[in-house]
């Protein structure tokens, strides 16, 4: 905000008061947390090594390309549960017609991008119309999807993964958009002056930044922007919040969620371009729970399940979180069984200090 | 008196074989506080209902500013000056003042090819027409959730004012408050009243309604049973009109023969 008019007879709320009232601080609470709790146990382990780094933030930026729509989406008070099984189906769509009716990357891409958001647009005209809990519905279509993505792999492939898709993407004009790395001069020059570390053969210890962690930013950037600058982030608040008042303001209630279940479902399909030219593959199970990680990442982020409050960047710092520790886990040599554990855990704390900090908002200043 | 803004000719309302208006005629003045009172089953959400769009009514007209109309809904009949202020205030409790102000209708800023909700504008705008009514705010920003009945009332009130209201229904704005809440409330119909702008007060709290009310109307059983302004009638006139005001009198002394009967 540039200029802020304040009246006189306004008594000012102090700068801490304000800031306990975000919902964002209880993940950036936890990310100190955890980002200490590493260091004292993995520091010297190469987690906070300029490898180590990018390693963490890759598992966290495919996450979190995942948990900012999904936060707008929890905001409007909808879950959206189909996005781990989109993620699978949006891989085999993008992955069998480049392989096997040799379509170019581009055009399946755009494909799967038209197809996933059809599917959620789907997915939020069943829940709108039907008023049906939106966990129901699309606990209907994460079991269709993986059915149906399954039964179309096997159908034209006779396996469940399809490979070869690198090849093919070598030369598409979208492949770097998806599978690039930027910022490769800064990196190599962060090496020069020192700053990275270098490999045996000379070579920076990595090449560049993996584009998905500036979708991942962009994408939160974007949605928190939409959240709090935008007409539709109001209405988005306001379908969470009180869905009847808003009706009767003249919110587009209905076509709010609906935008919102489509967001999610392009942002599944994201997830599985970056996953498919990255890796080069398309497997029938790729992205399985993704759904739940992006609800966790959410709820560490400070939304609440109910709808209504929430953030984006809070998710941003809940897939952070997430990627930490996944990472942080396998460098202290601390057996991956836990990280299951310690996530459901940290997901049940998140919520207690959410509600605290919730009531807290809502008592009188 | 000035010419009504709205009024309700002859109207007659059905539900199947039931009656729930018949024959009522209301209207208000720019200006002016006018009473519908009436216990519940009386026909008063039937009558609101029709005036703000909700039924159209299957007998008698209604005429805004001398001219019959036909409401086709309740934005239709928003847009023709009446808004109804439900007893729901259609507020959302965790969103700002000023969010909630502007709630459907957001103040946008051009930056560029960007528009983006104006912040600045909204805060602003909110925290002067509650002030206009009487309300200081502490912080634009507050959620909803932290106001008080009386506050939320004003919020919604003044919104609709802001909105171009010429004509306020306010549906029960003092039953589900405390004493002193209520009076705030009280306060702003005045104040809405000062500025010109006809109310509709809906209560059964003859107390509440005879502070600030120049004309009042009961409705019985779905019918009206008169229309008198301030000077033609007294409080306690008005409380026996009410159904439950004869009753009342008549249970007390049933009661205090009972309890001579008992004592002795």
């Known amino acids: 905000m540039v200029s802020e008019i304040r009246d006189e007879r306004v008594r000012s709320v102090s700068r801490l008061s304000r800031l306990l009232a975000r919902p964002e601080l209880g993940a950036a609470a936890g990310t100190v947390l955890v980002f200490v709790f590493f260091a004292v146990t993995a520091g010297s382990s190469g987690l906070f090594s300029a490898k180590g780094i990018i390693n963490f933030l890759e598992v966290s930026a495919q996450l979190g390309i995942l948990a900012a729509p999904v936060a707008l989406l929890m905001i409007a008070g909808e879950f959206d549960l189909s996005v781990g099984s989109m993620i699978g189906f949006a891989g085999i769509l993008i992955a069998i017609p480049a392989v096997f009716w040799g379509w170019p990357i581009w055009l399946s891409l755009l494909f799967t991008f038209a197809v996933c958001g059809g599917i959620g647009a789907l997915n939020g005209l069943a829940v709108v119309r039907t008023g049906l809990p939106s966990f129901i519905v699309t606990l209907g279509s994460l079991f269709m999807l993986r059915g149906l993505t399954l039964g179309l792999t096997r159908g034209i492939s006779g396996r469940t993964q399809v490979s070869g898709v690198h090849e093919l993407a070598l030369h598409d004009p979208l492949n770097s958009l998806f599978s690039g790395q930027v910022l490769s001069g800064l990196i190599a020059w962060l090496a020069d002056i020192g700053l990275i570390g270098k490999r045996a053969d000379g070579l920076p210890s990595i090449s560049g930044i993996p584009v998905s962690i500036v979708w991942w930013i962009v994408l939160t950037l974007a949605c928190t922007w939409l959240l709090t600058r935008s007409r539709f982030g109001n209405w988005i608040f306001a379908a969470g919040g009180e869905a009847n008042a808003a009706r009767n303001l003249g919110v587009p209630v209905a076509r709010t969620k609906i935008t919102l279940f489509v967001m999610t479902a392009l942002a599944a399909a994201l997830f599985a371009a970056i996953q498919v030219l990255v890796t080069g593959s398309a497997d029938t199970l790729r992205g399985t729970q993704k759904e739940f990680e992006a609800i966790i990442a959410v709820v560490i982020g400070g939304t609440l399940l109910t709808g209504g409050y929430g953030s984006a960047v809070g998710a941003m710092f809940g897939a952070l979180i997430f990627g930490v520790v996944q990472m942080g886990i396998f460098y202290t040599g601390i057996d991956t069984d836990w990280f299951k554990l310690f996530m459901g855990a940290m997901m049940v704390i998140a919520v207690l200090f959410n509600s605290y900090v919730r009531n807290r908002a809502m008592r009188s200043r | ?264």
């Open chain 2, 1 to 264: 008196m000035a010419e009504p803004y709205v009024e309700l000719k002859s109207v007659s309302k059905y539900f199947g074989s039931v009656v729930a208006l018949k024959d009522v005629s209301f209207d208000v003045c720019p200006g002016e506080v006018h009473c519908l009172l009436g216990d519940n089953g009386a026909g008063k959400s039937t009558l609101i209902k029709t005036l703000s769009g909700v039924y159209t009514p299957d007998e008698g007209e209604i005429r805004v500013q001398g001219k019959p109309v036909r409401f086709a809904s309740p934005a239709d009949t928003r847009d023709s000056g009446i808004a109804t202020v439900y007893q729901d205030l259609a507020l959302v409790p965790l969103m700002s003042v000023a969010r909630n102000f502007f709630l459907g209708r957001e103040p946008m800023r051009k930056f560029g090819p960007i528009s983006q909700f104006d912040a600045d504008f909204a805060n602003r705008t909110a925290y002067d027409e509650m002030s206009a009514m009487g309300i200081q705010l502490r912080d634009p920003e507050q959620p909803v959730g932290t106001l008080s009945g009386g506050e939320r009332q004003c919020l919604a009130i003044a919104r609709a004012v802001y909105f171009g209201a010429k004509v306020l229904i306010l549906d029960e704005p003092t039953s589900a408050l405390g004493v002193h809440q209520a009076s705030v409330v009280l306060k702003l119909i005045v104040q809405s009243k000062a500025r010109g702008i006809g109310v509709i007060f809906i209560s059964h709290n003859v107390h509440h309604a005879y502070v600030v009310g120049d004309r009042f109307t009961l409705l019985k059983r779905g019918r009206s049973t008169g229309t008198y302004a301030k000077g033609e009638i007294n409080r306690d006139q008005l409380l026996n009109l009410m159904a439950g005001g004869k009753e009342l009198v008549d249970l007390e002394q049933e009661l205090a023969k009972s309890g001579r009967n008992g004592g002795g």
